[in-house]
C-alpha cells in the first residue's frame, strides 16, 4: 500500500534491526558492476609508476579536515596500489571496502 521496496519488508518484523537500509542504496548508487568493468576486473593491471604516482598527488591534494575528503583521499590511495607491483589488490577488494565504509558511516559508525 505505501509503494516502498516491498522485498525489503516483505509485510513482517517492520522496523526490525533487518529493515535499515543499505548505504550505497541511500546514496543512490547501483552496486552492480557492468559487464566491460566485470572483465576489466580479471584483468591484471600493469605496474605503472605514472599512473601510481598521479592517483597519490591527487589522494594528497583531496585530504583535508572532513571525514568525506579523507575517505575519498584514502580510496584514490588504494586504488593507486592496482599499480604497485609490491601491493596484493584488486578492483574487487577495493570496492567491498568501500562499501564496507560506506555502511558503517550510514550506521554512524563502528559500534563495539
Given at each position: 500500500?505505501?509503494?516502498?521496496?516491498?522485498?525489503?519488508?516483505?509485510?513482517?518484523?517492520?522496523?526490525?534491526?533487518?529493515?535499515?537500509?543499505?548505504?550505497?542504496?541511500?546514496?543512490?548508487?547501483?552496486?552492480?558492476?557492468?559487464?566491460?568493468?566485470?572483465?576489466?576486473?580479471?584483468?591484471?593491471?600493469?605496474?605503472?609508476?605514472?599512473?601510481?604516482?598521479?592517483?597519490?598527488?591527487?589522494?594528497?591534494d583531496?585530504?583535508?579536515?572532513?571525514?568525506?575528503?579523507?575517505?575519498?583521499?584514502?580510496?584514490?590511495?588504494?586504488?593507486?596500489?592496482?599499480?604497485?607491483?609490491?601491493?596484493?589488490?584488486s578492483?574487487?577488494?577495493?570496492?567491498?571496502?568501500?562499501?564496507?565504509?560506506?555502511?558503517?558511516?550510514?550506521?554512524?559508525?563502528?559500534?563495539?
Amino acid at each position: 500500500m505505501s509503494g516502498e521496496r516491498s522485498e525489503s519488508d516483505g509485510g513482517e518484523g517492520a522496523g526490525s534491526e533487518g529493515d535499515e537500509p543499505d548505504a550505497l542504496d541511500a546514496a543512490g548508487i547501483d552496486p552492480v558492476v557492468p559487464e566491460s568493468a566485470a572483465d576489466a576486473a580479471d584483468e591484471a593491471f600493469a605496474e605503472d609508476d605514472e599512473v601510481r604516482a598521479f592517483l597519490r598527488e591527487i589522494a594528497g591534494d583531496v585530504w583535508g579536515d572532513s571525514s568525506e575528503s579523507k575517505q575519498l583521499s584514502a580510496i584514490l590511495y588504494r586504488v593507486s596500489d592496482l599499480y604497485d607491483p609490491d601491493e596484493q589488490t584488486s578492483p574487487e577488494e577495493i570496492y567491498l571496502n568501500v562499501r564496507h565504509i560506506m555502511r558503517i558511516k550510514a550506521q554512524g559508525g563502528i559500534e563495539r
